[in-house]
């Protein structure tokens, strides 16, 4: 499936082999002269909004492209050949580059060829105007032959449902794309560059594109889309235990397998560059290069006009060290590339297929406010079984929920379980199946995987469901069988098996499909990951449940917007734990109930309210009904980005602030005490991010507002009343 990454609608060239690349480059304008500065820019991208958009230029001396929104700053040479020769965070006033490499490399049947690039630096410690006007082509490169530049395009479509993000699609911004051919005696193919950057954000994308040009089949073995020889984090003689990368953050839309950007990370590798020979570490093994790659294959061969697209990474240039500002701006980078993931609706998670069990929760669902009904893991439900009487069945179900105002789905388990020694993955050094990253797992290529994505297609599109909660989803299992028929080997199956799941990833995202996946597949199109906690912690004694959520949401809200994580709320008995451990029947644990409602909407997070019903009696509906209502008040600013005050520890208060400059409610603070005595005392809110300089207006738990001048860093200092085991709030406005 072809999804451009750019829509060229700024036509500079697309020159041929004899033709100069520089044609078109006139055409561009110059890049605006402007003084040196040192040090941190004047405005701040996380709380004002940007003062330039993304612009491409050309360079004073007229040979290179520059791609600049006032953040950061990438210059690619176009002549003798296309390389990168400039990558500048604008925002410190740092070259972020030392060195040329190519702009990526191919292996193709065996043979690798650099995606252009120039040789020749004296010292790849730093690089001089002078140097790149001497340096050469790199032997047997692509040459480039042309380029075009436009507006960026969406990766996928994506169809808006009721609460999603109103954020534009795609990201504003420009492109460019750089086309290349193969040298005489090269392989027959042609490779497309391209770039895109983004408005208001130190974000740029990259991706290639490999087509073949030629009459025989090729087989593209490994490529590697990025390459950059970043300056050094920090220099050391001797080998460090762990080395400090350079200050910058890679996503892809090839990740998978973990929970974090880090452990999810497939593409990204650090390599040593032994050509830096005054570099100070003695071994010369010292992480400097950024290498963006698969870790195996694609191993793909393509016929006649066929072509290969690579992932896309995402580079984002952080202003500093600090962990709540670098977490901030990946959270800003996530809602702008993935805004799906600000769809985070109230769900019921059920447990039961029973029609009156079915009904009934439906109708308290909608009764209390809340707004998706999940068929939970150990319902029922089966999403393969693609019976007419089974479609039936959840059809009438969808349809209930739908008159309701909810939207319904369910749980479907894929990767995690063993189907047959048929359609497992193989193992390659045993030849059999087992050994998988969860033990056994089907191959997504096998017969049954290829029926498996067939039938779940049938199910959601026959039934109407709204939601597909995909447990087990590919964590990158390789397969080492040559049987089959959806990939060759072993080579290719970890490529295949990907591509298969982002293609009904990005099928589900065109249709409003929500997807909750237990896997940071955020760029690929599902919606929320899990906020990160331990399952058998739910079997605890209610209290320390209480303590552990709020950890847990604390520190799953680093990386991830509120919206990007479900918590878990069992209200019936889960994994064991007993009477100590379980809130029903409700109407006898409300305190309880009403800590696990807190815990989550205070955080602007969502859990999966596991039972059959959500109450049990007219006090228990108005507590949930209260809590939905205030969480819906405020919404906007609860869902909003999370500035980490205390973490819960047991003892004393614990506390976030929520903030978001564009809002009238430009934070709001929340403050837990999990001790068993009345709370009195001050506590400081900083406010940098709510966008608040002078004076803010503050409203202690809907009191009349009080205004307060703010302290020389930003702070105030409040006195807040919080019961014992109880919370307390304050809504901030400027």
């Keep these: 499936m072809h ?95 030392r060195a040329v490499s190519p702009e990526g490399w191919i292996e193709a049947d065996g043979r690798r060829y650099a995606i252009g690039g120039l040789s020749g630096q004296p010292d790849r410690a730093y690089l001089l105007p002078e140097w790149i006007e001497a340096m050469k082509p790199e032997a047997d490169s692509f040459v480039l032959t042309g380029f075009t530049t436009g507006k960026t395009a969406e990766r996928m479509e994506w169809e808006r449902t009721v609460g999603d993000s109103r954020a534009p699609w795609p990201p504003p911004g420009v492109s460019a794309v750089l086309t290349f051919a193969a040298q005489p005696g090269g392989p027959s193919l042609s490779v497309e560059v391209r770039y895109e950057l983004y408005d208001g954000m130190p974000v740029i994308a990259k991706q290639i594109v490999v087509r073949n040009v030629g009459d025989r089949p090729v087989r593209v073995d490994r490529f ?67 290498e963006c790659r698969p870790p195996l294959g694609p191993a793909i061969e393509l016929n006649r006009g066929e072509e290969l697209e690579s992932f896309r990474t995402f580079l984002l240039l952080f202003d500093g060290t600090d962990r709540e500002r670098n977490g901030l701006a990946v959270r800003r980078m996530y809602r702008a590339l993935a805004p799906w993931t600000c769809d985070s609706p109230l769900m019921l998670h059920l447990t039961s297929t029973d029609e009156t069990v079915v009904r009934t929760a439906m109708d308290q669902a909608a009764d209390v406010g809340f707004e998706m009904v999940i068929f939970s893991f150990g319902s029922g439900l089966n999403m393969e079984d693609v019976s007419p009487a089974n479609i039936a069945r959840f059809k009438a179900y969808a349809d209930y929920a739908r008159a ?26 045993t030849g059999k199946p087992g050994g998988a990253i969860f033990g056994n797992s089907p191959c997504l290529a096998s017969a049954w995987g290829i029926e498996y994505f067939q039938r779940i297609r049938r199910f959601l599109s026959e039934t109407g469901f709204a939601l597909l909660e995909h447990d087990g989803s590919y964590p990158g299992d390789v397969c080492a069988s040559t049987s089959h028929p959806g990939h060759r080997g072993l080579e290719d199956s970890q490529w295949v098996q990907y591509r298969m799941i982002a ?128 969480f819906k008040k405020h919404r906007a600013i609860l869902e909003s980005d999370v500035i980490h005050l205390r973490r819960a520890d047991g003892v004393h208060p614990d506390g976030i602030l929520h903030v978001n400059p564009e809002l009238d409610e430009k934070g709001l603070a929340v403050f837990w005490n999990p001790s068993n005595k009345a709370y009195d005392g001050e506590v400081v809110v900083p406010l940098r991010y709510t966008g608040i300089t002078d004076t803010a207006l503050i409203s202690h738990e809907g009191a009349r507002p009080v205004r307060r001048r ?20 304050l809504v901030i406005k400027g």
């Design 3 to 97: 999804i451009p990454i750019a829509t060229m609608v700024l036509a500079t060239t697309m020159s041929g082999p004899s033709q100069s690349p520089l044609v078109g480059l006139d055409r561009l304008p110059e890049l605006p002269k402007a003084p040196l500065r040192v040090g941190r820019a004047p405005f701040d991208w996380l709380i004002e909004k940007p003062r330039a958009r993304a612009r491409i230029y050309r360079s004073a001396e007229g040979k290179s492209l520059v791609l600049d929104n006032g953040l950061i700053r990438r210059v690619i040479r176009l002549d003798p050949a296309a390389a990168t020769t400039g990558l500048d965070n604008l925002m410190t006033g740092e070259s972020m580059l």
């Design 224 to 290: 590697a889309s990025e390459v950059l020889a970043l300056v050094e984090a920090e220099s050391a003689v001797g080998e460090q235990p762990v080395w400090r990368l350079p200050n910058v953050h890679v996503a892809s839309d090839f990740m998978f397998g973990g929970d974090t950007p880090e452990n999810a990370s497939r593409v990204v590798h650090w390599l040593p560059d032994p050509a830096y020979g005054t570099q100070v570490n003695y071994g010369l093994t010292m992480p400097a290069i950024l």
């Design 404 to 429: 309701k105002g909810l939207r319904v789905g369910g749980y479907s388990l894929l990767a995690s379980r063993r189907i047959s020694d048929e359609h497992d993955v193989i193992h390659p050094k």
């Design 503 to 630: 293609e009904f990833y990005a099928w589900c995202r065109s249709r409003g499909i929500f997807l909750n996946v237990p896997d940071w597949y955020y760029l690929a199109g599902s919606n929320k990951s899990g906020m990160g906690y331990r399952e058998t912690n739910w079997s605890l004694p209610r209290a320390q449940q209480h303590i552990h959520a709020r950890q847990n949401l604390f520190d799953g809200t680093w990386q991830k917007t509120p919206t990007m994580g479900w918590m878990f709320t069992p209200l019936v008995e889960y994994q064991g734990g007993g009477a100590a451990a379980t809130i029903e029947p409700l109407r006898e644990h409300l305190a309880d109930y009403e800590l696990h409602l807190t815990n989550n909407l205070l955080y602007g997070a969502q859990a999966c309210y596991r039972g059959p019903r959500l109450y049990d009696s007219e006090e228990t509906r108005a507590l949930v009904i209260k809590w939905v209502t205030f």
């Design 710 to 729: 703010l302290d020389s860093d930003r702070t105030v200092r409040v006195k807040v009343s919080i019961p014992a085991r109880g919370v307390t709030w």
